[in-house]
C-alpha cells in the first residue's frame, strides 16, 4: 500500500495525463450503460468511441514516458481500432439516406 501512496505524493503533470486518461476511458462504460437504458437495448454511442480515444491517446503518452513496451502496444492498437471506428461511425452518416439509416436498416 506504501507504493500506491508514493505514488500519488509524487504525483506530476505527466501523472496526472495518464490517470486523466484512464479516468476519461472507464467513463465509456457510464456513457454506454447510459445510452443503453434510455433506449432499452445495448447500444454504442458515438461518445463511447470518442472517449475511448481521448482515453487511449492520453494513456498512451503515459506509457511512452513510463517506457512500457506491453502498455505501448495495447494502447497502440486500441488507437487503431477506435479511430476505424469512428470513421465507420462518420462514412455511414455521410452515405446514409435521412429516413432510412444504418441504425434502422
Known sequence: MTWFVAWFASLNLIKLVGLAG??????????????????????????????SLVGCV???FYAIYIEEPVFIISQAGGLLIYSRNLYFVYRDKKHAHPLMGPDRA
Open 22 to 51: 484512464q479516468v476519461i476511458f472507464g467513463s465509456r462504460f457510464f456513457v454506454q450503460w447510459i445510452a443503453s437504458e434510455r433506449l432499452g437495448k445495448s447500444v454504442i454511442p458515438v461518445a463511447f468511441w470518442y472517449l
Open 58 to 60: 492520453l494513456t498512451f
